[in-house]
């Protein structure tokens, strides 16, 4: 699946908008992604898993990991085309873990999936979370890059498209300037 293909999905889908938008944080942006849109259909998950699975084919991991919730399905359907099993870790006390049993083996090769990078925080916080276990991180990957280049890691890292997007805080607007009002997506309003 090529960079436009992924793009187009994700169109077709919803799960991008190029807009005026007011986002959660309370920021405007002109770019919103929603990956949970396209992951909803289980034929593009399965699509977008094996796209992103493939330049991770020889880096030999058996287990795949996501920061839950946003990265679990994208995680599900790369480890599904790799043979492999998928974890998710979660916040606890604010420190990312792996809970409900999950356990690495010393030494196990791990690859870090998410949805979307924007800043690496949340994969940064997962790889920390795989060499507390005792694994080794292989690879990151997403299926969007958002963070303009930002977001840098040590291992192979890949994804299926880049997305250049802008935020601003309302007052700085520029998109309010032009008389424009931002709309919050997924409101019924
Ligand atoms: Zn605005």
């Given at each position: 699946?090529?960079?436009?293909?992924?793009l187009?999905?994700?169109e077709k889908?919803g799960?991008?908008?190029?807009?005026h938008?007011?986002?959660?944080?309370?920021l405007?942006?002109?770019?919103?992604?929603q990956?949970?849109?396209v992951l909803?259909?289980p034929e593009h998950?399965?699509?977008?898993?094996?796209?992103?699975?493939?330049p991770?084919?020889d880096a030999?991991a058996t287990?795949?990991?996501a920061?839950a919730?946003?990265?679990?399905?994208a995680?599900?359907?790369v480890?599904?085309?790799?043979?492999?099993r998928?974890?998710?870790?979660e916040?606890e006390n604010?420190?990312?873990?792996?809970?409900?049993?999950?356990?690495?083996?010393?030494?196990?090769?791990?690859?870090?999936?998410?949805?979307?990078i924007t800043t690496?925080?949340s994969?940064?916080?997962?790889?920390e979370c795989?060499?507390?276990a005792?694994?080794?991180?292989v690879?990151?990957?997403?299926?969007?890059?958002?963070s303009g280049?930002?977001a840098?890691?040590?291992v192979?890292?890949?994804?299926?498209a880049t997305?250049?997007?802008q935020t601003?805080k309302?007052?700085?607007?520029?998109?309010c300037?032009?008389?424009?009002?931002?709309?919050?997506?997924g409101?019924r309003a």
């Open positions: 699946m090529t960079e436009r293909e992924t187009a999905l994700y889908t799960a991008l908008m190029r807009g938008f007011r986002l959660t944080s309370g405007h942006s002109d770019v919103y992604l990956s949970a849109l909803q259909f998950a399965a699509a977008l898993g094996a796209a992103l699975a493939a991770f084919r030999g287990t795949v990991l920061p919730i946003g990265g679990i399905l995680a599900h359907e480890a599904r085309a790799l043979g492999s998928c974890l998710f870790t916040r604010g420190v990312m873990t792996l809970r409900r049993g999950f356990a690495l083996a010393p030494g196990e090769r791990c690859l870090v999936v998410e949805d979307v690496g925080g994969t940064r916080e997962v790889v795989v060499e507390k005792g694994g080794v991180v690879g990151v990957g997403s299926l969007i890059d958002r280049g930002a840098q890691f040590a192979k890292r890949a994804a299926l997305v250049q997007a601003w309302p007052e700085a607007c520029p998109l300037k032009t008389g424009s009002e931002a709309v919050k997506p409101s």
